[in-house]
T-cell receptor
Framework: KQEVTQIPAALSVPEGENLVLNCSFTDSAIYNLQWFRQDPGKGLTSLLLIQSSQREQTSGRLNASLDKSSGRSTLYIAASQPGDSATYLCAVGPDGYNKLIFGAGTRLAVHP | EAQVTQNPRYLITVTGKKLTVTCSQN?????MSWYRQDPGLGLRQIYY???????DKGDVPEGYKVSRKEKRNFPLILESPSPNQTSLYFC???????????????FGPGTRLTVL
């Protein structure tokens, strides 16, 4: 059974720091991996999608990498800002279309 | 604006009173899903649909029903809600069109349900 783990569970950093959020999964047979952001009481915003054949994706200050063989993904946030404060969720897609299996998330606080 | 919408956003009800949470997407996506989010348990899939009139169970389907009579709509039905169905519910849709991001999931804003 696929399990997704995110470390750390919570992170507090000063503004301007570069930071790395980690995601690991137990079964390397995945179709894709998706990173989301969730603000308190709000929905999920898709940040980056990495297909199983890809090694990384970039969007602005965000960069996500995928190493299927080791069951790991990292989300790199450059020059963090207070507006980046949110919970970041990692999810793997085992079947290509319908299903995502989520980690518990990393709660990030960026203080001025 | 391309989006997934859910209604209502907040609902307080009593045990046993049937309710429906609506979900609609305007992106012509093939696939739709329902998830629930609970503290300590994360997001778990309830049901999904691959096409009109094609639905299947996810990981936690007990106590829920769905239907997909039109491509854009995927309502979640609780025939007899119980307190353990108090949760935050999300609807999601996926293109499924063979494009580069064919399997990217887009989520609605969530429905917070409380069953007393």
């Amino acid at each position: 059974k696929q399990e997704v783990t995110q470390i750390p569970a919570a992170l507090s950093v000063p503004e301007g720091e570069n930071l790395v959020l980690n995601c690991s999964f137990t079964d390397s047979a995945i179709y894709n991996l998706q990173w989301f952001r969730q603000d308190p009481g709000k929905g999920l915003t898709s940040l980056l999608l990495i297909q199983s054949s890809q090694r990384e994706q970039t969007s602005g200050r965000l960069n996500a990498s995928l190493d299927k063989s080791s069951g790991r993904s990292t989300l790199y946030i450059a020059a963090s800002q207070p507006g980046d404060s949110a919970t970041y969720l990692c999810a793997v897609g085992p079947d290509g279309y319908n299903k995502l299996i989520f980690g518990a998330g990393t709660r990030l606080a960026v203080h001025p | 604006e391309a989006q997934v919408t859910q209604n209502p956003r907040y609902l307080i009800t009593v045990t046993g009173k049937k309710l429906t949470v609506t979900c609609s997407q305007n992106m012509n996506h093939e696939y739709m899903s329902w998830y629930r989010q609970d503290p300590g348990l994360g997001l778990r899939q309830i049901y999904y649909s691959m096409n009109v009139e094609v639905t299947d169970k996810g990981d936690v389907p007990e106590g829920y029903k769905v239907s997909r009579k039109e491509k854009r709509n995927f309502p979640l039905i609780l025939e007899s809600p119980s307190p353990n169905q108090t949760s935050l519910y999300f609807c999601a849709s996926t293109p499924g069109d063979g494009g580069v991001a064919y399997n990217e999931q887009f989520f609605g804003p969530g429905t917070r349900l409380t069953v007393l």
